[in-house]
């Protein structure tokens, strides 16, 4: 069983949902991620949270909108999704917000119609 | 920003053959490395990694990794595969001095054949 959570592991969305993912690590880490996993392409690191505070957005679009309450838990609020954005969104998390490894949770599957 | 490349897209191979992913990336300064395996329908799990020391890096389930700098290489291999193997695998590199930004390769599919 890992150490990170997430839910729900399956969710279908239409492009006029609003949705929201969650995720919530029980290893005392301070960092933590939001990836997104598509078929045959690199992970794409979206948000980076370190001690709750983001330190990274790389260029993702507005329609993502993350929170992150306490050094615990973290969501990804979806809204006005596109089909494009279908895809596998992995929470990660690490002992701190530099280049060490990370601890990922099981994934949440997203269908957009 | 580095850049990680993973040269097999797929590979199929039958129990007991020998295996090697191969792994480079594109930064010139100090990095760490790791290898991920993510089982079919499970979460990415870390393997092995390296951050200094030894090149040759004993990881889980018999994997080991060697970390070759002049080449910006760092192949998977072992010795000889099982079925359980079967899944993909991501290589990964963090950069010191670009502390958030973990870039994965594009993974590779193993596949073996009972």
């Known amino acids: 069983e890992t150490g990170v959570t997430q839910t729900p592991r399956h969710l279908v969305m239409g492009m006029t949902n609003k949705k929201s993912l969650k995720c919530e690590q029980h290893?005392?880490?301070?960092?933590m991620y939001w990836y997104k996993q598509s078929a045959k392409k690199p992970l794409e690191l979206m948000f980076v949270?370190?001690?709750?505070?983001?330190?990274e957005n790389n260029s993702v679009p507005s329609r993502f909108s993350p929170e992150c309450p306490n050094s615990s838990h973290l969501f990804l609020h979806l809204h006005t999704l596109q089909p494009e954005d279908s895809a596998l969104y992995l929470c990660?998390?690490?002992?701190?917000?530099?280049?060490?490894?990370?601890?990922f949770g099981p994934g949440t599957r997203l269908t957009v119609l | 920003a580095q850049s990680v490349s993973q040269h097999n897209h797929h590979v199929i191979l039958s129990e007991a053959a020998s295996l090697e992913l191969g792994c480079n990336y594109s930064?010139?300064?100090?990095?760490?490395l790791f290898w991920y395996v993510q089982y079919p329908g499970q979460h990415l799990q870390l393997l092995l990694k390296y951050f200094s020391g030894d090149p040759l890096v004993k990881g889980i389930k018999g994997f080991e990794a060697e970390f070759i700098k002049s080449k910006f290489s760092f192949n998977l291999r072992k010795p000889s595969v099982q079925w359980s193997d079967t899944a993909e695998y991501f290589c990964?590199?963090?950069?010191?001095?670009?502390?958030?930004?973990?870039?994965f390769g594009a993974g590779t599919r193993l596949t073996v054949k009972p």
């Open positions: 930064y010139g300064g100090t990095v760490n």
């Open positions: 990660a998390s690490s002992q701190d917000g530099g280049w060490t490894d990370r601890d």
């Open positions: 990964a590199v963090s950069a010191l001095g670009n502390n958030n930004d973990m870039r």
């Open positions: 290893l005392g880490h301070n960092a």
């Open positions: 949270y370190n001690f709750k505070e983001q330190t």
